[in-house]
């Protein structure tokens, strides 16, 4: 796995644009070193030809079109990362929130990584709550796949615990990348101002 594009990733996921001090750039790698270290990454896939009824409506259908299958994921790294951040936050605040970016970024690495078994062309991943879908759509994935094997929750919320886990749904047969439409925090997204994005430096 690229450390250079997961440290790149956890700035992003702290807000840290520019230029790292020197300080700032050991924090990370030495939390990237701890969240490699607690992860116990796991990954459950589905694939389906036809598709399943919860996806029968938007914004499912816009991401979907044209594609000729789709696959449902989860994957999680495991409740020892969430319980170590949570002691950190009455120590170390600080590092808490560094450790925190960085176990998000080793998950969509590791979860990127196994989603390549689908080939290509395939889309990116699509999360419910993306794009003003439904969150509890969350169980729909739980009830396909059974991530409790894995030792995924879903709460009432329609959140899932441990918290560094995902659930979502990939197009088999286009490439469609990441895109801000789909993202609840557009409106006030300081990477949009700057006519960049979260996921990478190329212009919007």
Same mark, same amino acid.
């Given at each position: 796995?690229?450390?250079?594009?997961?440290?790149?990733?956890?700035?992003?996921?702290?807000?840290?644009?520019?230029?790292?001090?020197?300080?700032?750039?050991?924090?990370?790698?030495?939390?990237?070193?701890?969240?490699?270290?607690?992860?116990?990454?796991?990954?459950?896939?589905?694939?389906?030809?036809?598709?399943?009824?919860?996806?029968?409506?938007?914004?499912?259908?816009?991401? !979907?079109?044209? %594609?000729?299958?789709?696959? #449902?994921? +989860?994957? @999680?790294?495991? *409740? /020892?990362?969430?319980?170590?951040?949570? &002691?950190?936050?009455?120590?170390?605040?600080?590092?808490?929130?560094? !450790?925190?970016? %960085?176990?998000?970024?080793? #998950?969509? +690495?590791? @979860?990127?990584? *196994? /989603?390549?078994?689908?080939?290509?062309? &395939?889309?990116?991943?699509?999360?419910?709550?993306?794009?003003?879908?439904?969150?509890?759509?969350?169980?729909?994935?739980?009830? +396909?796949?059974?991530?409790?094997?894995?030792?995924?929750?879903?709460?009432?919320?329609?959140?899932?615990?441990?918290?560094?886990?995902?659930?979502?749904?990939?197009?088999?047969?286009?490439?469609?990348?990441?895109?801000?439409?789909?993202?609840?925090?557009?409106?006030?997204?300081?990477?949009?101002?700057?006519?960049?994005?979260?996921?990478?430096?190329?212009?919007?």
């Amino acid at each position: 796995m690229n450390f250079s594009a997961l440290k790149e990733s956890a700035a992003r996921y702290l807000g840290v644009r520019g230029a790292r001090s020197g300080e700032t750039e050991a924090l990370i790698g030495s939390c990237l070193e701890e969240a490699e270290e607690l992860g116990r990454f796991r990954f459950l896939i589905a694939e389906y030809q036809t598709f399943p009824a919860f996806l029968g409506k938007e914004p499912y259908l816009g991401f !979907l079109a044209g %594609c000729g299958g789709v696959a #449902l994921v +989860a994957s @999680t790294l495991g *409740a /020892e990362t969430d319980v170590r951040i949570r &002691r950190l936050f009455r120590t170390d605040p600080a590092r808490a929130v560094v !450790l925190d970016a %960085c176990a998000s970024a080793l #998950l969509e +690495a590791h @979860t990127d990584e *196994a /989603e390549e078994r689908l080939g290509t062309p &395939r889309t990116s991943r699509f999360c419910p709550g993306y794009g003003g879908s439904p969150l509890e759509d969350v169980r729909e994935i739980f009830g +396909a796949l059974r991530p409790e094997t894995i030792g995924m929750q879903v709460l009432p919320s329609g959140l899932i615990v441990p918290q560094k886990s995902m659930a979502g749904v990939v197009g088999i047969g286009q490439l469609r990348k990441a895109e801000c439409g789909a993202c609840v925090l557009k409106e006030g997204c300081a990477y949009r101002k700057e006519g960049k994005t979260c996921y990478g430096s190329e212009r919007k």
